[in-house]
């Protein structure tokens, strides 16, 4: 039966194992019904019911942000709160960088309407960052920016509930982080070939963080001078110079090719390699095929390669600090970067291993 004007409609589509589409109106425009997409499901039944528990709701009209998602909320959120803070009660630019780092990690849900997620839905997306190994503070970011986004969306017509007091978030024990063996940075070297291998050397003779690592960009990468600028999370760790071991420098080579910008290391689908896709599936297979100690995470990369300096004479401790992003050695000029940077190299080029 035909619904009556202003009531929504219901319109079949193919190729979807949820062919259904309800859409509501939320209002006209030059006497055409303005409608916004309530969602996809498997029956004309199931779509009929949604949409009539939309229309019946006693609303004049439907909210235009209705299935908004969560990337469009973000946006949005991002823009209101840039525009109505202030003064004293203005945010900070570290909250405002929390705000990005936390919505970055929940990635796999930028262009899912908020409204449609369920409890486990979300509840495995956090799962899924703390597996992947990311910081508490990491992890507390995500939290806490599904949270403002159900603030700011359910006042709009966005979500219904906030759904963020029935996630709980279980982290790790916390426990010393495992270094490879000797024997192990051998195996490593004798599959250099494997994939993902050179990744995880390139994390290990770089001491880098797994996140800092896979967001290098070939605009800043200084082949001739086997150096890389990048780093992350604190003011010492961001944009400074990273020196490229002479043995992995044919891996940064190989993976940038002919490409001119971009992130250096890429994954088979030639996109940007993530630390949750890294760590879950490529080292997780390097792990179970060369039969390395199944305790090493990408964390023990960056661990291991601090523990080789430290084991290495002639690096000294100020040297290693600066190489780990631990002292504030920011890059400001090119010269800086010329003269820091080949005194870095002959440190780090110190490792035999």
Known sequence: MKRANGQGSIEKRKGRSKPWAARATTGWENGKQKKVLIGYFATKKEAQAALNKVTESGLSKVSDLYSATVSDLFSRYMDF????????????????????????????????????????????????IVEAGYSKSSINN???VLNQLYLYAIPRGAADNNLMPYISIRLPKSSPTMRF?????????????????????????????????????????YPEESIVIG????????????????????????????????????????????????????????????KLNDELTPRSCRKTGISLM???????????????????????????IEVEGRKLCEAINRIRI
């Open 81 to 128: 709160k840039k525009a109505t803070v202030s003064g004293r009660d203005g945010v900070s630019e570290k909250t405002f960088q929390s705000y990005e780092n936390g919505y970055r990690r929940i990635e796999p849900i930028h262009s899912r309407s908020l409204r449609s997620l369920t409890v486990d839905e979300i509840q495995n997306v956090i799962n899924e």
């Open 142 to 144: 995500a939290r806490m």
């Open 181 to 221: 063996s000797s024997g192990e940075l051998e195996t490593l070297w004798a599959n250099r070939n494997f994939p993902g291998v050179d990744v995880t050397l390139s994390m290990i003779y770089t001491a880098t963080r797994p996140a800092e690592l896979l967001g290098l960009q070939i605009n800043k990468f």
């Open 231 to 290: 780093g992350i999370k604190t003011d010492a760790g961001k944009n400074r110079i990273i020196p490229i071991h002479h043995r992995i420098l044919p891996f940064f080579l190989s993976n940038v090719g002919n490409r001119k910008d971009g992130n250096i290391f890429l994954n088979e689908f030639g996109r940007p390699l993530t630390v949750n896709y890294f760590s879950k599936h490529i080292f997780r297979s390097i792990k179970e095929s060369l």
């Open 310 to 336: 430290v084991e290495t004479k002639g690096i000294s401790a100020d040297v290693r600090t600066q190489i780990a992003g631990h002292a504030d050695v920011r890059v400001e000029e090119e010269h800086y």
